[in-house]
């Protein structure tokens, strides 16, 4: 929770109105899929873990850090489960770029409630009205 409300106290309203755009997105439109709803309410967090700029860089030997959304994805997976990290994770752009979406369509259905989210201009509600769902989730109470 403390890291939802640092993300949505920037300053930039866009940014910081996304993830609670997304979320109530995919509520209407997969009222009864609370792990997609989580994915959503998380997408675009990962920036918040090692801020651009924070002067870290990789220990010796390792690769470059990874993108925001597998920082996030990483960061949730002991919390909110295997799908929930899954949903948030990247698309591989390779030979077979559907793979991510076919293995779980509901990816596919994350990034376009994100893409609709940036346009929505819905009074999408506070975090703290996601409290309840998120602590389901990290119950196990609606794993799919």
């Known amino acids: 929770m403390d890291l939802l409300h640092a993300g949505h106290e920037a300053p930039d309203a866009a940014s910081r109105d996304l993830g609670l755009q997304t979320a109530a997105l995919l509520r209407r439109s997969h009222p009864f899929d609370k792990e997609l709803q989580v994915a959503g309410l998380l997408h675009g967090l990962g920036r918040l873990l090692v801020p651009a700029g924070s002067g870290q860089a990789p220990q010796q030997g390792s690769e470059a850090s990874p993108d925001p959304a597998e920082r996030t ?66 119950a196990g109470a609606y794993r799919l």
């Open 73 to 138: 994805a990483e960061a949730v997976r002991p919390l909110l489960g295997d799908r929930v990290a899954r949903l948030l994770r990247p698309q591989v752009r390779g030979p077979q770029p559907q793979a991510d979406a076919e293995a779980d369509p509901a990816a596919e259905t994350l990034r376009q409630a994100a893409r609709a989210g940036r346009a929505a201009g819905l009074d999408a509600g506070v975090v703290e009205d996601w409290r309840p769902v998120l602590e389901l989730v990290a």
